[in-house]
């Protein structure tokens, strides 16, 4: 029992010392690559759209969608296995290895399934059923080449 009397010694000090420090706040840690999704406005969803947001198929147009966010979606379609195609992940390498575009908070907006309807109104696809969903990665892969001529 004596062996142990300088380690209890030592972690009875360990507390007593953590408890009469001031406590640190601890900042975000992020990794490499990983950008913070700045608070926005709340996402349409497939309940709350408001009238003419969806086409005739029950899909948002992805018509102004930025080539940060088309980059982000490819990542989210891909990682959910939205499109077999190899052509949502060729896309989405080549969107996001232009410049600045991984950097840009509407390429994390896309990796979370929010497809930017104008530069202050995003909608939610992950609210749409997995058909839906998989329709909007297929058009937005569509719209792909032009925004890389761009």
């Known amino acids: 029992m004596l062996k142990f009397r300088p380690v209890f010694l030592a972690l009875t ?55 940060e966010n088309v980059g982000g979606l490819m990542y989210y379609c891909y990682a ?17 290895a232009r410049e600045g575009i ?4 509407a390429y994390a907006w896309g990796g979370q399934g929010q497809l930017m309807l104008s530069p202050t109104v995003m909608f939610d696809i992950t609210t749409l059923n997995r058909d839906q969903q998989e329709a909007v990665c297929s058009r937005s892969a569509l719209r792909g080449p032009a925004l890389l001529a761009q």
């Open 13 to 67: 000090g360990c507390l007593a010392l953590s408890a009469v420090l001031p406590k640190a706040e601890a900042a975000p840690a992020l990794s490499s690559g990983q950008i913070m999704v700045p608070p926005g406005p709340a996402p349409m969803t497939a309940t709350t759209a408001t009238p003419g947001v969806l086409d005739y198929d029950g899909i948002p147009t992805v018509e102004h969608a930025s080539a």
């Open 80 to 96: 959910h296995h939205l499109v077999t195609d190899t052509t949502v992940r060729t896309l989405g390498r080549q969107l996001a």
């Open 102 to 105: 991984r950097a840009n908070p």
